[in-house]
């Protein structure tokens, strides 16, 4: 991500006159915005609609339609819970409830200390670790509600990984 104002401003430079006079570039250009700064800044987005001359509707209708772009930084960990069948039959919507309840948060949010943001996803293939989820791509499987708590407070006190048993 990007480090300073002044590389914030050339990479911005950068972007508008990569996509400046082209058509159809509202994708690859919304996901190389996303790639410099990591989410889709408001203020950004309304500067590179205003000096591309792309209303900025346009920008934000094709933004809010696809999963893959995200209007608010990421935490530095990203947990993915898994609610896939195995997951689901072992309890992991009482761990995702648990965690959603511990960390203050809902799915797709961050927390406001910016260390943790909550992805529930469809399978991440642990089947047999069930239920299971990630944090960054450390893998924790066989959680409880209680077990879940522990690992992520285990990132925040800097001992990461403590009670894995994935």
């Known amino acids: 991500m990007l480090s300073t104002k002044q590389d914030d401003e050339q990479a911005l430079q950068n972007i508008i006159e990569t996509f400046r006079g082209k058509k159809g570039i509202t994708?690859?250009?919304?996901?190389?915005?996303?790639?410099?700064?990591?989410?889709?800044?408001?203020?950004?987005?309304?500067?590179?609609?205003?000096?591309?001359?792309?209303?900025?509707?346009?920008?934000?209708?094709?933004?809010?339609?696809?999963?893959?772009?995200?209007?608010?930084?990421?935490?530095?960990?990203?947990i993915k819970l898994c609610r896939g069948t195995a997951c689901h039959v072992q309890g992991s919507l009482l761990i995702a409830q648990e965690v959603m309840r511990h960390l203050g948060i809902s799915e797709g949010e961050t927390t406001d200390d910016g260390l943790f943001t909550l992805e529930l996803v469809a399978c991440l293939g642990c089947c047999s670790l069930a239920p299971v989820m990630m944090v960054g791509e450390d893998v924790y499987g066989r959680l409880t509600p209680d077990r879940a708590v522990k690992v992520l407070d285990s990132y925040r006190t800097n001992k990461r990984g403590e009670g894995n048993n994935g």
């Open 27 to 78: 994708i690859s250009l919304l996901s190389k915005i996303q790639e410099s700064y990591g989410y889709l800044p408001q203020e950004v987005l309304s500067r590179v609609a205003k000096e591309l001359d792309i209303p900025e509707a346009s920008l934000y209708g094709v933004a809010t339609f696809y999963a893959m772009f995200r209007f608010k930084p990421l935490g530095k960990y990203t």
